[in-house]
């Protein structure tokens, strides 16, 4: 069962524009994650989040987490063609004990023209 | 420092046929998963591995199997293919930390089609 869901699920933007991508979810959560994946490749860890931050930032990214709306949003800076890729939000599975499991979203494609 | 290595990276099957999907890790993580990744679908969880010698069955565990025998490989097995096994499986492990959960380290998939 999908935990998280992104928001758009795609978006196109000129190079240098800011792309905002936004996941919410269900239940309440300890933390939340966000992963790149480029075409054909494994996703990679961006950013994680814990429930007592509300914003977070690491290089061109910053996370903020709402969590009385059950809602995050991952926002790219400075858009770069490389930054081309889809993202994804995860968040603890429902009755997962230990933090043991992850349920991802779909995904939000981001396209970035040169 | 490889981190996740699958292997094979591609594999066409007949219907019926048999094969196993290899996962190490050396970065010496307790935690391991096979998701598949299906068009519009996002990534599903079929089997996951707190430790050596335990496994769990995820979101989509039917018609595969798996094993982890040492800590660092995680094995995923197919006994019978069917077409509806056709995807893209990606391997993943991570650390025990404290409360919460940790970064996933992924490996680049194993693209398996089904005839």
């Known amino acids: 069962s999908q935990q998280g869901e992104e928001d758009p699920q795609a978006l196109s933007i000129q190079e240098g524009e800011n792309a905002t991508m936004n996941c919410s979810y269900k239940t309440s959560i300890n933390n939340l994650q966000w992963y790149r994946q480029n075409s054909g490749r494994g996703l990679v860890h961006l950013i994680l989040?814990?429930?007592?931050?509300r914003e977070k930032h690491s290089g061109r990214l910053r996370v903020t987490l709402d969590t009385s709306k059950k809602s995050s949003s991952l926002l790219i800076t400075a858009s770069r063609a490389a930054d081309t890729a889809s993202y994804f939000c995860a968040t603890p599975a429902p009755n997962s004990g230990g933090y043991q499991k992850v349920t991802f979203g779909t995904g939000t494609k981001l396209q970035v023209i040169p | 420092n490889a981190g996740v290595t699958q292997t094979p990276k591609f594999r066409v099957l007949k219907t019926g046929q048999s094969m196993t999907l290899l996962c190490a890790q050396d970065?010496?993580?307790?935690?391991m998963y096979w998701y598949r990744q299906d068009p519009g679908m996002g990534l599903r969880l079929i089997h996951y591995?707190?430790?050596?010698?335990?496994?769990a069955k995820g979101e989509v565990p039917d018609g595969y199997n798996v094993s982890r025998l040492k800590k660092q490989n995680f094995l995923l097995g197919l006994e019978s293919a069917a077409p509806s096994q056709t995807s893209v499986y990606f391997c993943?492990?991570?650390?025990?930390?404290?409360?919460?959960?940790?970064?996933?380290?992924f490996g680049d998939g194993t693209r398996l089609s089904i005839l």
């Open positions: 970065m010496n993580h307790e935690y």
């Open positions: 993943a492990s991570s650390g025990k930390q404290g409360e919460g959960n940790q970064p996933q380290h």
């Open positions: 591995s707190v430790g050596e010698g335990t496994t």
């Open positions: 989040i814990r429930s007592n931050e």
